[in-house]
């Protein structure tokens, strides 16, 4: 070997133990340094003509394994999306109070049962009727309290979305910066482990909000996709933008780099803390808001039920029904059993009676000959039956009863019976609880009927995928004169091919509750973009009348409030009932009669058919029962998502602490690897020292 080739070996030697030594340096400095990957230098063997020239520092290596980077970023993801979904369901579950407390929210259907008992037994007590009132009306100031704070709940996912997109088109914008970085010092052969290690953060805190696909470039850097393999980051940075309305699911679109403007892409985010915050927007809050709409909705249905087969004393003057959303002919069909009219003095004693047989079609005047009827001339037959005692009028949908004087009005439900409701209650015609929308979406109409929607008016549906993501507008235009009925309208909706018949389909339920069922395997879900239809003149929407979408169903717990008159005026109460087998000339209504009391005290132990609302299927129990079931759902949703999130955790913990044993410093080992570079730092100088001793020599040997 000439003492050239030893120098050169000695000096790249000496060069390799420095780079080692400043790789050691800087692993032992940041020994606690979060998110910092030890580093180690790469070295390769210079052949020079077949012979050993030294070695060659080829780079600076971080060292990292990218299952357990990937399985870290994972856990992380899941931990955030279930930290965010635990944290907001909790607060939706305090809004109802404490279980074990007095003023627990399922509790107070209990408290009105006990409330109206108190007053059955002192009918004549103005004190314990108007307790009896405030007890609903506390139950609904409530209920429209909670539904309030979960829409604001709602906005406040809402924001804390937007925030998050703001945050990842950051995060996007630097990931992609660093990558010509990296690039660059991988190409000139510099040290791009500080460019990787920030890198790594800036991911680290993009899969916390949602998960992507990572991959390495050639060149050094990463390459960031979403679920679909949409480009986010790598060649550009993608901008994401969430869209959302208050009719229809959210979700997350992205224009990629070089797309044309208006171009955007929808996503899938199926982890983070984004995922989190869509399940609550999309699906939880909007859920147990139905819910408890669906709660009070037959809470408010079971007292009506009760109140309008009851009568005060004295009756009222007139009795003013709900709007059905209705025309007179169709409201007045599909009755079966038969119901009473009564007209009475101010002492209860009866004037006159209607008794309608909607069997046999006929009104029957004080016991006498029946007299034919039609749905089309119910209203025109009713007025008449009434004669110079009283009115019968129908308008805007609804029905109204008059006397004439200072007469009044009761009425017998007797076996009456549409859509599960009573003459008197299907028309809310004494009802205790008012709502300023349609109170319930059982309109009892049937397929053969009348759709009454003007023909031409459009609904735009929207079907997306369970997790919010548009699949496609469809807009459905209602039916030429030619086909009127609601069969003809189910037909529209469902069709193939302007319609959701692709995706699923509407049916009608023995109530006249209309509602859609996604088919697989896509199970599409629905909800209203825009709808101009309207049910007559100013007639409601049809998703006004039968509730379609998440939007008119969910607000519908603050729609609800005790009937102004009663409120006013507890005396108005209905807590007796119309008695027609009394004696000619005696009073059919009395003062002291609490019949009307135990009935309404008995509303929440009556079986009451509730629909499918959020996570819980249709039931048939008592509202005391579904208020178990409700407030058991509410309670056990939050304890799974905590359970998860514990989970999530603990699984984050776990595969960060392994990734942290690959790739974080350890000081003993550091201290090895400074101990051998030292070594062969010394080693290379010591023959640098000898090459030149022997330069040195053979110079005074020449001279």
Do not use: C, W
Request: a negative charge.
């Amino acid at each position: 070997m000439s003492l050239t080739i030893a120098l050169q070996n000695a000096t790249s030697g000496l060069q390799a133990a420095q780079a080692g030594l400043r790789a050691v340096s800087d692993n032992i400095a940041n020994v606690n340094t979060p998110g910092y990957v030890r580093k180690t230098v790469t070295q390769e063997q210079q052949v020079v003509g077949g012979a050993g020239a030294g070695v060659d520092v080829t780079g600076v290596k971080r060292i990292t394994d990218q299952y357990l980077q990937s399985a870290s970023m994972t856990a992380g993801s899941e931990s955030s999306r279930y930290d965010v979904y635990s944290q907001f369901l909790d607060n939706a579950q305090s809004l109802f109070g404490d279980p074990s407390g007095a003023g627990y929210f399922f509790n107070m259907p209990d408290d009105i049962s006990a409330a109206f008992a108190a007053a059955a037994n002192d009918p004549s007590s103005t004190l314990l009727r108007s307790q009896a009132v405030n007890s609903v009306n506390s139950f609904l100031g409530e209920a429209d309290r909670i539904n309030t704070q979960i829409t604001a709940l709602g906005t406040t996912v809402d924001s804390q979305i937007v925030g998050d997109v703001t945050q990842v088109n950051n995060l996007l914008s630097q990931i992609d910066k660093l990558n010509t970085d990296i690039s660059r010092a991988k190409i000139t052969g510099g040290d791009s482990s500080g460019s990787e290690n920030i890198q790594d953060q800036l991911l680290n805190q993009l899969t916390g909000l949602m998960n992507v696909k990572i991959s390495a470039r050639d060149q050094g850097g990463v390459t960031v996709r979403s679920t679909e393999g949409v480009l986010l980051a790598g060649d550009g940075a993608s901008t994401l933008t969430y869209n959302h309305s208050a009719t229809t699911p959210g979700y997350i679109s992205v224009v990629t780099p070089g797309a044309s403007t208006g171009a955007p892409q929808s996503i899938t985010i199926e982890s983070g803390e984004m995922r989190g915050l869509l399940d609550l927007r999309n699906d939880k809050l909007p859920g147990i808001a139905d819910q408890l709409g669906e709660f009070v909705s037959r809470t408010a249905q079971a007292l009506n039920a009760a109140h309008n087969a009851s009568t005060a004393s004295p009756p009222p003057t007139s009795l003013t029904g709900r709007n059905t959303g209705l025309d007179a002919t169709t409201a007045a069909s599909g009755f079966t059993g038969k119901t009473t009219v009564a007209i009475t003095d101010s002492s209860g004693v009866v004037q006159r009676t209607v008794a309608i047989d909607f069997d046999a079609g006929t009104m029957s005047v004080n016991g006498g000959a029946g007299t034919a009827f039609t749905p089309a001339t119910f209203v025109s037959t009713l007025n008449t039956s009434l004669g110079a005692q009283g009115t019968a009028s129908f308008a805007n949908g609804a029905l109204k009863i008059a006397a004439t004087g200072t007469n009044g009005v009761a009425i017998d439900e007797g076996t009456s019976q549409k859509a599960g409701q009573g003459f008197s209650q299907f028309f809310g015609m004494n009802d205790l609880i008012t709502a300023s929308g349609m109170s319930t979406y059982d309109t009892g109409l049937k397929l053969t009927d009348a759709n009454g929607f003007t023909p031409g008016d459009q609904i735009t549906l929207r079907l997306s995928t369970p997790d919010g993501k548009p699949i496609r507008d469809v807009v459905v235009t209602v039916p030429p004169a030619g086909s009127p009925t609601v069969g003809d309208l189910v037909n529209a909706l469902n069709s193939s091919s302007t319609g959701v018949g692709v995706y699923g389909s509407f049916s009608l339920d023995s109530q006249g509750g209309l509602s859609f069922t996604g088919a697989p395997p896509q199970n599409a879900e629905l909800s209203v973009v825009q709808d101009t239809t309207q049910r007559g003149v100013g007639g409601p929407s049809i998703s006004q009348l039968f509730g379609i979408g998440l939007a008119p169903r969910s607000a519908r717990a603050g729609t609800y409030s005790v009937n102004p008159t009663v409120l006013t005026d507890p005396t108005k109460l209905a807590l007796g009932t119309l008695d027609l087998g009394v004696a000619a000339g005696q009073p059919a209504i009395t003062p002291g009669d609490g019949t009307g009391a135990t009935a309404l005290a008995g509303a929440s132990q009556t079986s009451i058919l509730f629909k499918a609302a959020g996570d819980l299927g249709a039931l048939n129990m008592t509202l005391s029962g579904y208020a178990a079931e409700l407030g058991g759902s509410i309670g056990r949703d939050a304890a799974t998502a905590e359970s998860k999130k514990t989970s999530a955790t603990a699984v984050q913990a776990e595969a960060d602490a392994r990734r942290q044993s690959v790739e974080g410093v350890n000081i003993d080992e550091e201290l090895v690897n400074l101990t051998t570079y030292q070594q062969a730092f010394s080693a290379n100088a010591r023959m640098i020292q000898a090459t030149r001793d022997m330069f040195d020599i053979l110079a005074n040997l020449i001279n």
